[in-house]
């Protein structure tokens, strides 16, 4: 291929002029794995690797053609919310009694009022009280202020973020599923839910659905999933849009006997909030008159006239770009974006726009001609600009360790702890990674065995075959930067 032999022959210029050492040959058999790949025959590969010292190129293969990067977009917006909102920065979510209390009957309503906070009630990060935690101690400060009756409404109020809580080029079959879930003004859980599947050995057979872990009121699921054979993994996927009750299962999963997971997206988190104070308030002997509802339903936001009960307060944001970018979670991707916005008084209806992450980057000194940011995940497919971006802004933020620090470290860390063991990556390759249909990309820093630095950008668009094949060969050629030799200066 013809962009496979020019690295190639960058590659020669950069390595000993003759009889190049074995690293050397090692990198240029991995290269010509790839360009003997049938699935890059119609492929575009972009691929930029500069020299941390000073700024120099090592190679570059269409550097400059914009390329769809998927969740290597998150190494962009955990940067900026780094510098524009600090590393010590946090998330609150605040309850407030908004109505007189007469003998122990609250003559108004309770609200919980949404700061943005992704990691309220997450199943998954240890810095944050879980779901159970913050539904007890909600309701616990309820009970505190002597509270028995409640004539109002409990109202979960995500208006802090609007209700465009998702972007609206994210495709179709992502919606219903844990990695498509808005980032709304009060999220709970991760937005998430668990629907666990009773499984048989029975091929073609649809698989009972046991359980949904957290309830969801009114949430009704048409199950169309179907037994395959064996070993052919998690092919089921969950159909539905925000604030819809009606979700879809289609697809398949493997058989056998045990329980088998898949997760889906909340269809309404401020919502599902207020449902879970109210029936915790119940379950404590607090009596409610009306039912759990949201601020966009009863279009009564808070006003500011109540007073706050309780509140709770996120990790701070290097903690939050740390999940970002190890676990590459959309929801916290497409939080920060939000709260870049906010934090710059954008108006509400605009907080999903990525522009001012765009002009950030031009602030910083770092070219972003031919560069599309479309939401701050990287999920959606039009987002696209060229590999140098990102080894530009690597490049920029080489000395900064907190942000290094929250990208996966091969062998030890978040998506790649359990990848390159016993290889030459191991504990010297940070790659954040990202992949949608049709894509495979990396892109972080390389700290060589011979004390030279790194900073790579791969990006791999429109291959065909086997997206397990893409993602073998583009380790290779990382395990490979680690030990090629390089021309020195």
Same mark, same amino acid.
């Given at each position: 291929m013809r962009h496979l032999l020019i690295l190639l022959s960058l590659l020669?210029?950069?390595?000993?002029?003759?009889?190049?050492?074995?690293?050397?040959?090692?990198?240029?058999?991995?290269?010509?794995?790839?360009?003997?790949?049938?699935?890059?025959?119609?492929?575009?590969?972009?691929?930029?690797?500069?020299?941390?010292?000073?700024?120099?190129?090592?190679?570059?293969?269409?550097?400059?053609?914009?390329?769809?990067?998927?969740?290597?977009?998150?190494?962009?917006?955990?940067?900026?919310?780094?510098?524009?909102?600090?590393?010590?920065?946090?998330?609150?979510?605040?309850?407030?009694?908004?109505?007189?209390?007469?003998?122990?009957?609250?003559?108004?309503?309770?609200?919980?009022?949404?700061?943005?906070?992704?990691?309220?009630?997450?199943?998954?990060?240890?810095?944050?009280?879980?779901?159970?935690?913050?539904?007890?101690?909600?309701?616990?400060?309820?009970?505190?202020?002597?509270?028995?009756?409640?004539?109002?409404?409990?109202?979960?109020?995500?208006?802090?973020?609007?209700?465009?809580?998702?972007?609206?080029?994210?495709?179709?079959?992502?919606?219903?599923?844990?990695?498509?879930?808005?980032?709304?003004?009060?999220?709970?859980?991760?937005?998430?839910?668990?629907?666990?599947?009773?499984?048989?050995?029975?091929?073609?057979?649809?698989?009972?659905?046991?359980?949904?872990?957290?309830?969801?009121?009114?949430?009704?699921?048409?199950?169309?999933?179907?037994?395959?054979?064996?070993?052919?993994?998690?092919?089921?996927?969950?159909?539905?849009?925000?604030?819809?009750?009606?979700?879809?299962?289609?697809?398949?999963?493997?058989?056998?006997?045990?329980?088998?997971?898949?997760?889906?997206?909340?269809?309404?988190?401020?919502?599902?909030?207020?449902?879970?104070?109210?029936?915790?308030?119940?379950?404590?002997?607090?009596?409610?008159?009306?039912p759990a509802t949201s601020a966009r339903l009863l279009e009564l936001p808070?006003?500011?006239?109540?007073?706050?009960?309780?509140?709770?307060?996120?990790?701070?944001?290097?903690?939050?770009?740390?999940?970002?970018?190890?676990?590459?979670?959309?929801?916290?991707?497409?939080?920060?974006?939000?709260?870049?916005?906010?934090?710059?008084?954008?108006?509400?209806?605009?907080?999903?726009?990525?522009?001012?992450?765009?002009?950030?980057?031009?602030?910083?000194?770092?070219?972003?001609?031919?560069?599309?940011?479309?939401? #701050? =995940?990287?999920?959606?497919? *039009?987002? $696209?600009?060229?590999?140098?971006?990102? /080894? %530009?802004?690597?490049? @920029?933020?080489?000395?900064?360790?907190?942000?290094?620090?929250?990208?996966?470290?091969?062998?030890?860390?978040?998506?790649?702890?359990?990848?390159?063991?016993?290889?030459?990556?191991?504990?010297?390759?940070?790659?954040?990674? #990202? =992949?949608?249909?049709?894509? *495979?990309? $990396?892109?972080?820093?390389?700290?060589? /065995? %011979?004390?030279?630095? @790194?900073a790579f950008c791969i990006m791999v668009n429109n291959y065909s075959g086997?997206?397990?094949?893409?993602?073998?060969?583009?380790?290779?050629?990382?395990?490979?930067?680690?030990?090629?030799?390089?021309?020195?200066?």
């Amino acid at each position: 291929m013809r962009h496979l032999l020019i690295l190639l022959s960058l590659l020669s210029a950069v390595s000993c002029a003759t009889d190049p050492p074995l690293a050397a040959q090692r990198l240029e058999e991995a290269l010509l794995e790839l360009e003997n790949n049938p699935s890059l025959f119609h492929a575009q590969l972009g691929l930029s690797v500069v020299d941390l010292d000073n700024g120099s190129i090592i190679a570059s293969i269409e550097s400059e053609r914009a390329l769809i990067p998927a969740s290597t977009q998150k190494l962009i917006t955990t940067a900026a919310a780094l510098d524009m909102l600090g590393s010590s920065a946090r998330f609150r979510t605040r309850l407030f009694v908004d109505g007189e209390i007469d003998q122990g009957t609250l003559k108004g309503h309770i609200y919980i009022v949404g700061g943005g906070d992704p990691t309220l009630g997450s199943p998954n990060m240890d810095e944050a009280k879980d779901l159970s935690q913050v539904v007890d101690a909600w309701a616990t400060a309820v009970r505190a202020k002597g509270i028995r009756r409640i004539e109002g409404y409990v109202i979960g109020d995500g208006s802090y973020y609007g209700t465009a809580g998702l972007d609206m080029n994210w495709p179709w079959s992502d919606l219903g599923n844990y990695y498509g879930a808005g980032a709304y003004g009060l999220n709970l859980h991760e937005n998430l839910y668990y629907l666990d599947f009773r499984r048989t050995n029975q091929i073609g057979s649809t698989p009972e659905v046991a359980r949904i872990r957290p309830q969801i009121p009114e949430l009704f699921i048409q199950n169309e999933v179907r037994i395959a054979e064996a070993g052919t993994g998690d092919n089921a996927y969950i159909y539905g849009a925000p604030f819809n009750y009606q979700h879809f299962l289609r697809g398949t999963i493997p058989a056998g006997s045990s329980r088998f997971t898949i997760k889906g997206s909340l269809p309404d988190p401020p919502l599902f909030a207020a449902q879970q104070l109210q029936s915790r308030l119940e379950e404590m002997g607090i009596e409610t008159v009306r039912p759990a509802t949201s601020a966009r339903l009863l279009e009564l936001p808070y006003t500011g006239s109540g007073q706050e009960i309780h509140r709770i307060e996120s990790p701070g944001m290097l903690d939050i770009c740390k999940r970002t970018n190890l676990r590459s979670v959309n929801l916290y991707a497409e939080a920060l974006l939000r709260e870049i916005n906010k934090s710059r008084a954008t108006e509400v209806f605009s907080l999903g726009s990525p522009e001012r992450v765009l002009d950030w980057l031009g602030e910083k000194g770092i070219s972003t001609a031919g560069a599309r940011l479309d939401d #701050g =995940s990287g999920l959606s497919p *039009r987002n $696209y600009f060229p590999p140098r971006l990102l /080894t %530009d802004l690597l490049y @920029l933020l080489r000395e900064d360790e907190e942000f290094r620090g929250t990208i996966p470290l091969a062998g030890r860390s978040g998506s790649l702890r359990n990848r390159f063991r016993n290889t030459a990556a191991e504990g010297r390759l940070y790659a954040k990674s #990202g =992949s949608l249909s049709g894509v *495979r990309a $990396y892109a972080g820093y390389v700290f060589r /065995t %011979d004390g030279r630095k @790194l900073a790579f950008c791969i990006m791999v668009n429109n291959y065909s075959g086997s997206s397990s094949d893409i993602s073998r060969q583009l380790q290779q050629f990382m395990v490979s930067l680690c030990t090629a030799e390089l021309e020195e200066g």
